[in-house]
């Protein structure tokens, strides 16, 4: 299961603060993700990364920020924008387009 | 944009019984179908793929049919055991110049032993 790696396992946010999520993949990989997961919704595509640099908002970057510095790193930040931050995230990355996805073990953010 | 919608949401079956999930896309376009297992407290793991180029393709108990024409794919699995219990995703996309993979609901499969 190595290889893409998501911390810290568990976050709490306050009312008005930021929060960063980590991804960290040691694959290779040029592509990478961030989705968000609720029960009964799916994953639902927050941005992505086709490569180092360059960043794509996907369905529901609202509220979301990322930054492609490294092709390794793809970190998210939830800011106190997103009125609705608990829920389940998931960092993935993927070799190209149309390929399989490598997801992390996901990050469970609660708000206090 | 891309729409799948993913049916049943829940499914139970007895052990050695067959189990099917269907999914139905919006985008003709799409040509990418994928099917992720999600284990309790565990990550997503692609099981089985399918590209418009073919109507079917089996691994071992899985298999996935795509009826390009009807905008619909399945997954099925023969000989369900205890350990295909888990939450099955499908997904779609299409192979122009964007990543955009839309998922399903998904599909919570429990098998009895």
């Known amino acids: 299961d190595g290889g893409i790696t998501q911390s810290p396992k568990y976050l709490f946010r306050k009312e008005g603060q930021n929060v960063t999520l980590s991804c960290e993949q040691n694959?290779?990989?040029?592509?990478m993700y961030w989705y968000r997961q609720d029960p009964g919704q799916g994953l639902r595509l927050i941005y992505y990364s086709q490569i180092v640099n360059d960043f794509q908002k996907g369905d529901i970057a609202e509220g979301y920020s990322v930054s492609r510095e490294k092709k390794e790193s793809f970190p998210l930040t939830v800011t106190s924008a997103q009125k609705n931050p608990t829920a389940f995230y998931l960092c993935?990355?993927?070799?190209?387009?149309?390929?399989?996805?490598?997801f992390g073990s996901g990050t469970q953010l609660s708000v206090l | 944009g891309e729409n799948v919608e993913q049916h049943p949401s829940t499914l139970s079956v007895q052990e050695g019984d067959s189990a099917v999930i269907k999914c139905t896309y919006s985008d003709s376009a799409s040509n990418y179908f994928p099917w992720y297992k999600q284990e309790l407290g565990k990550r997503p793991q692609l099981i089985i793929d399918?590209?418009?180029?073919?109507g079917e393709k089996k691994d071992q108990r899985i298999a996935v049919t795509l009826n390009k024409t009807a905008k619909h794919f399945s997954l099925h699995i023969t000989e369900t055991q205890p350990e295909d219990s888990a939450v099955y995703f499908c997904?779609?996309?299409?192979?122009?110049?964007?990543?955009?993979?839309?998922f399903g609901k998904g599909t919570l499969l429990t098998v009895n032993p």
């Open positions: 399918i590209r418009s180029n073919v």
């Open positions: 694959l290779n990989h040029d592509a």
């Open positions: 993935a990355s993927s070799i190209s387009r149309n390929e399989k996805l490598f």
């Open positions: 997904a779609a996309s299409r192979s122009s110049s964007n990543y955009k993979l839309t």
